[in-house]
């Protein structure tokens, strides 16, 4: 939980993750989809869809199907309680399932840049 508003919280999560080299290829705003596409109400929920080329190239290089992994996803959703909650995917059990023992450095330094968002946020 943070203590910002919903769209202070989806500018505060892009502006550290450019921090650490992350730019946001893809923003999925799901209730405004929902309200299209199934004309229902749902709860301020943002996918960001973050990439760090470097690593993202570095990645490629070495197990060419990893794009179904990427970008990487960081949820920012407003609950029923009116707080804000930022989720990142998890990078180390993300390359677990893909099974290259090679990816692992890869994955450990992206952690370790989401962890540095995450504590500045």
């Known amino acids: 939980m943070v203590n910002y508003s919903f769209d202070e919280s989806v500018t505060k999560v892009t502006e ?3 921090k650490e080299g992350f730019g946001i290829l893809t923003e999925i705003d799901v209730k405004d989809t929902l309200k299209k596409k199934l ?3 749902f709860r ?3 996918i960001l869809g973050a990439c760090n080329p470097p690593f993202a190239y570095k990645a490629l290089q ?3 199907a990893l794009g179904v992994l990427l970008p990487c996803n960081v949820v920012v ?3 029923s309680d ?3 909650y930022i989720s990142f995917i998890n990078p180390m059990a993300s390359m677990m399932h ?3 023992p090679s990816l692992e450095e890869i994955a450990n330094e992206v952690s370790e840049k989401l962890k540095k968002v995450l504590k500045s946020i």
């Open 16 to 18: 550290e993750l450019n």
């Open 39 to 41: 004309d229902v109400d």
């Open 44 to 46: 301020k929920y943002k």
């Open 62 to 64: 070495i197990e060419e």
């Open 77 to 79: 959703q407003e609950k």
């Open 82 to 84: 009116n707080k804000v």
């Open 98 to 100: 893909v099974g290259n």
